[in-house]
C-alpha cells in the first residue's frame, strides 16, 4: 500500500451517496503537532489518482511545516470535481467538514486549489478544525503577503551566498506570475533597489506594476532565459524543465512558486551550473507561517519571530550546501527531517 510506502498514519477515504462527495485526506505525520494542509477541489480521473495526490501532497506538508519551524504536521485533503459542484457547494463543503470533525482534530484544513475563504467559512460552521477562513468569519485572511516575505528573504540571503551581495540592490531580478504572490514581492524588491521584470499570463496584472512601479513586463515565451541574476517563479509549476535549467542566463532560482522543477533531477542539473536554487518550501513558508499561526493561536510577535528565522534558516541551508556540497534540497529535507524524528523521539521517551 502506498500509504505504507510513504510511511503515513492514516488515510481516510469518504463518499457520501447523498450528495456525491467522494474524498480523501491523508494524515502523513503529527509527530510535531495536527496534520495541517490545504483542501484541494479537482477534476482527479478517479479515486486511485485523487489518493496518490493526497498521499504525495500531505508528505509534502509535513517538510513544509518542519522546516517552517513550526510545531505542526503534515496533511491534505482532496476532493473530486465531479461537476456537480455549483449550487449545492455550501451543503457539500458540509460533508467535508463531518469528515474533517471525525478525525478529532488530528487534521486541519485550509484553503488550496479549487477552494476558497468562503469554502472555508462553511466549513467552519461544521469543525473547529479549519484555518484561512474569511476575515469576516474570523479567519485570518490571505497568506499571500507573508509568503511573498519568506520569498523575499530568501532571494536577499541567496544573493549573498551566490552573489556576495548584501542586498538584491542593483540586481536584475525576472518575476514569473504576478498575482497575490508574485506582485506583493515585486514591491518588495522594487523597495529594496532591484531592476524588476515581470510577466504573466494575464498582461493586465503585468501592466498595474509597470504603471505603479516603472518595472519592465516582457512576453511569457522564454521569460526564464531573460538577462537575469535572479529568476523567481511565482506562477504554477514546472517553470524550470531541463532545457530551461540548462539555458538560464540567472544564477539564483527562488520564487513562490510549489515543485518549479519539473522534477528532482533538475536541482542537480541547476547546482551542476552553479546556479543556486532556493527549495519551493523554504521559499514560500511565510503563507504556511501566517496559516499555522492561526492553528497555534500564535500572537503577532512569535509571527514575526518566526518569519524572521525562516529568512535566516534559508540562508544558513544554502551555506551548508555549499560547504558540504549537497544540494540546497536535500540539506533542507534533512533539517525537516531531523525535526520531525525527534519529535518521535520525544513522543517514544
Ligand atoms: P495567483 O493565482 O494569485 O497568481 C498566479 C499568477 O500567475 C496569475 O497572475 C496568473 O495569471 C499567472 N500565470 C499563470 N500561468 C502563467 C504562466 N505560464 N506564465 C506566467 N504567469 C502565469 O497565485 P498566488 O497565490 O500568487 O501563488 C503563486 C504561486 O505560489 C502558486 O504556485 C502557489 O501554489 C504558490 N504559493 C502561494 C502561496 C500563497 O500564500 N498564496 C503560498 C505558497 C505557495
Not at 191 to 216: C, F, I, K, M
Amino acid at each position: 500500500m502506498l500509504e505504507q510506502e510513504f510511511g503515513h498514519e492514516q488515510l481516510k477515504v469518504f463518499h457520501d451517496q447523498e450528495t456525491g462527495v467522494t474524498g480523501a485526506i491523508g494524515i502523513h505525520s503529527t509527530a510535531l503537532g495536527p496534520a495541517m494542509g490545504g483542501l484541494r477541489l479537482f477534476a482527479y480521473p478517479g479515486l486511485d489518482e485523487a489518493i496518490v495526490d493526497v498521499l504525495r501532497l500531505s508528505r509534502a506538508m509535513s517538510f513544509k511545516s518542519a522546516a517552517a519551524g513550526l510545531d505542526l504536521g503534515g496533511g491534505k485533503a482532496v476532493l473530486i470535481d465531479d461537476g456537480g459542484w455549483n449550487g449545492t457547494r455550501r451543503e457539500r463543503m458540509q460533508v467535508v467538514a463531518r469528515a474533517i470533525e471525525e478525525l478529532g482534530g488530528r487534521y486541519v484544513t485550509a484553503e488550496d486549489v479549487g477552494t476558497t475563504p468562503l469554502d472555508m467559512d462553511a466549513i467552519g460552521e461544521v469543525t473547529r478544525h479549519v484555518a484561512g477562513a474569511s476575515v469576516s468569519h474570523g479567519g485570518s485572511g490571505d497568506p499571500s503577503p507573508f509568503t511573498a516575505r519568506t520569498v523575499f528573504a530568501s532571494i536577499e540571503g541567496a544573493v549573498g551566498v551566490r552573489l556576495g551581495r548584501s542586498s538584491p540592490a542593483g540586481l536584475r531580478v525576472g518575476v514569473q506570475g504576478v498575482g497575490n504572490v508574485g506582485s506583493a514581492l515585486v514591491r518588495l524588491l522594487c523597495a529594496a533597489g532591484a531592476e524588476v521584470s515581470v510577466t504573466d499570463a494575464d498582461p493586465a496584472r503585468s501592466q498595474v506594476l509597470v504603471e505603479e512601479l516603472g518595472v519592465t513586463a516582457l512576453p511569457l515565451d522564454r521569460f526564464a532565459y531573460g538577462a537575469f541574476d535572479v529568476f523567481a517563479p511565482c506562477a504554477l509549476g514546472g517553470a524550470v524543465g531541463p532545457a530551461e535549467a540548462a539555458g538560464l542566463t540567472a544564477t539564483i532560482v527562488a520564487g513562490a512558486a510549489n515543485n518549479p522543477l519539473s522534477d528532482r533531477k533538475v536541482a542537480r542539473q541547476l547546482a551542476d551550473r552553479d546556479v543556486l536554487y532556493v527549495p519551493d518550501f523554504i521559499a514560500n513558508c511565510g503563507g504556511i507561517i501566517h496559516v499555522g499561526a492561526e492553528i497555534l493561536a500564535l500572537a503577532e510577535r512569535e509571527v514575526e519571530d518566526l518569519l524572521v528565522a525562516a529568512g535566516e534558516r534559508s540562508e544558513r541551508i544554502l551555506l551548508r550546501a555549499r560547504e558540504t556540497g549537497a544540494l540546497p534540497l536535500e540539506v533542507a529535507e534533512e533539517y525537516a527531517l531531523a525535526r520531525i524524528d525527534a519529535a518521535v523521539g520525544a513522543d517514544i521517551s
